[in-house]
C-alpha cells in the first residue's frame, strides 16, 4: 500500500504515547494522525497543549475518547498506548464498531497464546479467546509474515524484545544446552515503569541506586518462554532498575551443546538477521552500550565466547521506548501496510 495511512492514537499521556507521537508526526506514510485522550486531558484540542515540543511539528488534533468517535474517525489503523485493563475492554469494542479497523497495541493484553496466561501473571481478567486468537505478536523479525493480514498486532515487552531477539537464534539453530539452564540478566531505564508515579520511581529513589525486583514472578517471563519455546523452568528471568531514563542492556548466559568458534556465533546471527535492519550484529569482540541505542529503533546484538567454545554471554541492548515499545508499533505499522521497513524510523 502506497496510500497515506490514516491513523489515530488512544492515549498519548504516557512516555510510550510521547514517543509514538513523534514518530507518527513525522513518518513520510501517515496523514495527520488524531489523539484521542481520556480522563482530565479530555478536554485538549491539540496535543501541544500537553507538549508544547511538539509545536511546529505539524497539526495533532486531540478528541475525547468514546468508541465511538474513535470507530467513526476515519482511521485504518488504531494505536492504543493505554493501561492493559484499558485495552483488554476497547479491542473488541473497537473492532465490533468498526471491523475494518486494524489495532495495534501496546499493552500486555493480548500478548499471550492461552488467554489464561494473562489472567494469571497480570491478575487481570482473561481476554476474549475470539478476539485474542486474530491477535499476531509483533516482533516483525520474527513475525513479519502475519503482519500484512492482522487486524490486532500485540506489540511485545520492551524486556522480552531484548531477550527473545538475543537468543532466537541460538534456539532456532539447536545450540543450546538447556540442562545446564539459561540466564536472563535485563536492566532498565525508569521510563520502562511508566509514567504513573510510584514511591519507588521517585527521584531520590532511583538516583544513585541499582536494584533488582520482581525476582521469579516478572510477568514477562511467559512472554520469553512462550516465544522461544522454553519451559520457564529452563531459564532465570531477572530485572534490574537502572537509575537511567531509558534504555534495556540484557545479558543473556548460556552453555552451547558443543564447542564453537566466535567466527561460527557471529556468522549465525549475521545470517539469521540478514535484510533485518533494525538489528546490527556488533563485530566480533565488540559489545552494545545503552548510549548507542538510546532514542533509535536499533536492537544491538555482541556477544563474548570462552576458551572453551561452550559457554556463551550475549549482550542484547535497545531503548525501551523505540524498540522495546513506540518504535517497535511503528515497524509494526510499516509491516502491516506494506512501507519501508525503516519508514518513520530512521
Not at 76 to 97: C, K, N, Y
Not at 226 to 254: A, E, K, M, N
Amino acid at each position: 500500500m502506497n496510500a497515506p495511512a490514516r491513523v489515530a492514537v488512544v492515549g498519548a499521556t504516557g512516555y510510550a504515547g510521547y514517543e509514538l507521537a513523534q514518530l507518527l508526526l513525522r513518518h513520510p506514510n501517515v496523514s495527520t494522525p488524531t489523539f484521542f485522550l481520556r480522563d482530565s486531558r479530555a478536554n485538549l484540542r491539540c496535543l501541544t497543549e500537553l507538549y508544547p515540543q511538539l509545536r511546529g511539528w505539524g497539526e495533532a488534533p486531540c478528541q475525547p475518547l468514546s468508541v465511538e468517535a474513535v470507530a467513526g474517525s476515519g482511521a485504518e489503523v488504531v494505536f492504543l498506548s493505554t493501561p492493559h485493563e484499558v485495552s483488554l475492554a476497547l479491542v473488541p469494542e473497537l473492532l465490533q464498531a468498526n471491523p475494518a479497523l486494524r489495532i495495534v497495541d501496546l499493552s500486555g493484553a493480548y500478548r499471550f497464546r492461552n488467554p489464561e496466561t494473562f489472567a494469571n501473571w497480570y491478575k487481570l481478567p482473561a481476554p476474549d479467546a475470539a478476539t485474542l486468537a486474530e491477535a499476531v505478536y509483533g516482533l516483525p523479525e520474527i513475525y513479519e509474515a502475519a503482519l500484512p493480514r492482522a487486524r490486532i498486532v500485540a506489540n511485545p515487552g520492551c524486556y522480552p524484545t531484548s531477550v527473545i531477539l538475543g537468543l532466537k537464534p541460538l534456539v532456532e539453530a539447536g545450540w543450546i544446552e538447556r540442562t545446564h539452564g539459561i540466564v536472563a540478566d535485563c536492566k532498565s531505564g525508569v521510563t520502562g515503569a511508566g509514567k504513573e508515579p510510584k514511591r519507588e520511581t521517585h527521584f531520590v529513589e532511583v538516583n544513585e541506586n541499582f536494584r533488582a525486583y520482581n525476582l521469579f514472578k516478572h510477568r514477562h517471563t511467559p512472554e520469553v518462554s512462550d516465544h522461544l519455546g522454553l519451559r520457564q523452568r529452563d531459564f532465570v528471568f531477572t530485572t534490574h532498575l537502572l537509575p537511567v531514563d531509558r534504555g534495556i542492556l540484557s545479558t543473556l548466559y548460556v552453555w552451547l551443546n558443543g564447542s564453537r568458534q566466535a567466527d561460527e556465533v557471529e556468522a549465525l546471527f549475521r545470517k539469521f538477521y540478514s535484510g533485518r535492519p533494525m538489528v546490527r550484529v556488533m563485530p566480533g569482540g565488540s559489545l552494545p552500550e545503552l548510549q548507542y541505542v538510546a532514542h533509535t529503533n536499533f536492537c544491538d546484538i555482541g556477544f563474548a565466547l570462552d576458551t572453551t567454545g561452550e559457554r556463551l554471554i550475549v549482550v542484547s541492548c535497545l531503548d525501551n521506548l523505540g524498540k522495546g515499545a513506540a518504535g517497535q508499533a511503528v515497524q509494526n505499522l510499516n509491516g502491516m501496510r506494506g512501507y519501508p521497513e525503516t519508514a518513520g524510523l530512521l
